[in-house]
């Protein structure tokens, strides 16, 4: 297992993490999963003998089962890993439960540290924006859980560009604990974040958590153009992150190809694309079987060849937007000569 800085900490996480969002399986997130404690067990288990450090569940995943099984399984070794829970979704039916108020971040953070076991959070993510409430109240009310002690450090996930660039200023201004890291989607079928989210993140050092690195499974191996889906198969009643399927097709294809010169799977080369990319921090599994868990840990170990890279690169490279193609046009002659 190979471990990175956390954005510009000195916090350092394995490159692939493992996410809970399986776990429990109450009411929506039956779709996802339903993996109860003996099964969250075994994959744990298996994840720390793996070497993997980092694992991530929201209070929102099946209401709070996900934290609770989590905690469980990670018990005695809860010392020796990075924890990270998310904030924001509704967790009840009242007014105030859900939203990033300070109200409701108090209260969630406090259920949160119950549910998993623990006096602390080392990753506090804000689970998306929340139009009804000012950042500088939830990034004040961030600061003062890290000041208490209850959060170590601070994350975001589904922001826009302008919305993370925002809350940067305003920490950077006020002197708040900032957000060191963005989880987002990405995959080799969905590259939208290259266009604003990636450039933001390299100029202000914020680590990339990537989510449903195989795209709501559509990049497992199991979906081709000629063929429906395994019946039983989580995009069968579960049709999520949106995939532009033509392109995603053209996609396995390739990395059909390259499983074969590999011999590996369409899975793990996807995995591997998302860990030869430099802006990548972590790529967060979201394994229900100790069989696709091991073929998922295997993308560690996978290289892929510079000509294996650009072929990929070029069957899923997205097509430039203005002003990105205005910027590149401008700046052909202001770039230093390649080595």
Request: one cysteine or more.
């Amino acid at each position: 297992m190979h471990y990175r800085p956390l954005g510009r900490t000195g916090l350092f996480v394995s490159e692939l993490c493992f996410g809970a969002m399986t776990f429990g399986g109450e009411g929506y997130w039956k779709n996802i999963g339903q993996q109860g404690q003996s099964e969250a067990d075994a994959l744990v288990g298996r994840c720390l003998d793996a070497g993997i450090n980092f694992f991530d569940t929201a209070n929102v995943y099946s209401y709070g089962q996900s934290e609770e099984l989590l905690g469980k399984a990670l018990s005695a070794k809860r010392s020796q890993v990075v924890l990270a829970t998310k904030v924001r979704g509704r967790m009840g039916p009242g007014q105030n439960e859900t939203g990033l108020s300070r109200y409701h971040i108090f209260d969630s953070v406090h259920a949160s540290l119950k549910r998993l076991g623990t006096d602390h959070i080392d990753l506090l993510q804000i689970h998306g924006y929340d139009v009804a409430t000012p950042l500088e109240e939830t990034l004040r009310a961030l600061d003062d859980l890290v000041r208490q002690g209850k959060v170590r450090y601070l994350g975001a996930s589904n922001l826009a560009a302008w919305q993370l660039m925002k809350a940067l200023g305003i920490s950077d201004h006020r002197g708040l604990s900032r957000f060191e890291s963005l989880q987002a989607y990405y995959s080799i079928a969905g590259r939208d974040l290259e266009r604003e989210l990636v450039p933001l993140m390299k100029d202000q050092q914020v680590g990339l958590m990537v989510w449903s690195p195989l795209a709501g499974g559509f990049l497992s191996g199991k979906y081709r153009r000629d063929a429906e889906g395994p019946e039983g198969a989580r995009r069968t009643t579960f049709d999520f992150p949106p995939v532009d399927k033509e392109r995603a097709y053209n996609a396995v294809d390739v990395m059909d190809a390259v499983a074969k010169e590999t011999d590996t799977t369409v899975a793990r080369v996807a995995l591997a694309w998302l860990l030869h990319q430099p802006h990548v921090t972590t790529v967060i599994l979201g394994a229900k079987t100790q069989a696709q868990l091991e073929d998922n840990l295997a993308a560690s170990e996978l290289r892929l060849s510079p000509e294996q890279l650009a072929k990929l690169d070029a069957v899923s490279r997205l097509p430039l937007e203005y002003p990105g193609w205005m910027v590149e046009r401008q700046n052909a002659d202001r770039l230093p000569p390649a080595r």
